[in-house]
Nanobody, 118 residues
């Protein structure tokens, strides 16, 4: 059973960088059939795909967030991470990591609330 767990600070100040890590257990992040995504849900809004890192380490981003987003991985720890720069209160959301891409996800983390506030 694959399990994902998000971790990171729950409060970030405006203009700072939001950093989250997803730890994967029960399966490796490197097999060729895998891709790993970050998705968020702002309060009162729908899910927003932020980006994905493929099995080979290549990353692809939502064009609306591309200039501020970076996704990378640590295969030795079986983790992948999200960095979102220059955050504003509009980046307040529940952030999820998930296995999959193109709106097809089979495993999700429980989600972590991140609030951007001074």
């Amino acid at each position: 059973q694959v399990q994902l767990q998000e971790s990171g600070p729950g409060l970030v100040k405006p203009s700072q960088t939001l950093s989250l890590t997803c730890t994967v257990s029960g399966g490796s992040i490197t097999p060729s059939y895998t891709a790993w995504s970050w998705i968020r849900q702002p309060p009162g809004k729908g899910l927003e795909w932020m980006g994905v890192i493929a099995h080979d380490g290549s990353a692809y981003y939502n064009p609306s967030l591309k200039s501020r987003t970076s996704i990378f991985r640590d295969t030795s720890k079986n983790q992948f991470s999200l960095q979102l720069n220059s955050v504003t209160p509009e980046d307040t959301a529940v952030y999820y990591c998930a296995r999959g891409a193109n709106r097809m996800y089979d495993y999700w983390g429980q989600g972590t609330q991140v609030t951007v506030s001074s």
